[in-house]
């Protein structure tokens, strides 16, 4: 008598749906054709549970977190990593380029940090942006919602230290990172003279500029404009419109 062999679980990535980190690692298994489930996770509340299938009681747990074939992979870039060694797809890592790349990947996550201490206060400043980030099972909660926002947003800034750079020094330091990157795509459309995953990291780190559009991430309206910061969506609009071409070009549209 044959057997069917059982069938290995799909990886799972615990996500914020509209988390840049998540995007980076949703676009790299992506882009290598790697199948996984989303688990959706939920600041606060979720993060027991992440603890206990992390094994880390102290210290901080974030996501996205991707779970596969027994390991843990903690973060974008080591997500992305894994991913590269899967499926089948462009090379995300070039041989010879680890420097380079893990400079931009640096510098993606400084842009991203100081935007979303920019961002923040914003959602939390404006009551249908703050509703939009309720998670949809539990916005039946209506106006009761309020107190779970403010608790989140409180959270953050405690987590991340939001408040310990001022607002102009964080867009100051967010223009460097922005003007090095213009300076580099001026001999071509690729960092690393090919899409790779610099160009991913480089790409999502416009978000907390410009939102990319609903094809690619869907925010609620409130939510999109708190996201964007006028004065360096003007001054990089040339690099908004690069992140928008590779989008179209390396990225599926989103399925919700």
């Not at 309206?221 to 910061?229: D, G, K, L």
């Amino acid at each position: 008598m044959a057997f069917a062999r059982p069938t290995m679980p799909l990886p799972a990535l615990y996500q914020i749906h509209y988390s840049p980190w998540s995007e980076k690692a949703r676009w790299a298994l992506d882009a290598r054709c790697v199948a996984y489930r989303k688990v959706e996770y939920l600041p606060m509340l979720g993060a027991p549970m992440l603890r206990a299938r992390l094994g880390r009681w102290s210290g901080k747990v974030t996501v996205p977190v991707l779970f596969a074939s027994g390991q843990a992979h903690d973060d974008s870039l080591a997500i992305a990593q894994w991913a590269a060694g899967q499926g089948t797809g462009p090379e995300l890592f070039p041989i010879g380029r680890a420097t380079e790349l893990l400079a931009w990947n640096r510098a993606s996550e400084a842009v991203l940090a100081h935007g979303r201490a920019l961002v923040t206060p914003r959602v939390a400043g404006d009551p249908s942006a703050a509703l939009e980030q309720v998670p949809k099972g539990l916005r039946w909660l209506g106006p009761l919602s309020a107190p779970l926002v403010a608790l989140g947003v409180r959270y953050l800034r405690d987590k991340y230290a939001l408040e310990a750079v001022g607002q102009n020094e964080r867009r100051s330091a967010m223009r460097a990172e922005l003007t090095a990157l213009r300076q580099a795509l001026a001999s071509g459309a690729h960092l690393l003279g090919a899409f790779s995953y610099a160009d991913i990291a480089m790409a999502v780190a416009l978000q907390v500029v410009e939102p990319v559009g609903d094809g690619h991430q869907r925010l609620g309206p409130a939510t999109r404009a708190a996201w964007r910061e006028p004065e360096l969506a003007d001054e990089f609009a040339d690099l908004i419109a690069w992140r928008d071409r590779l989008y179209d070009r390396f990225r599926r549209p989103t399925d919700g």
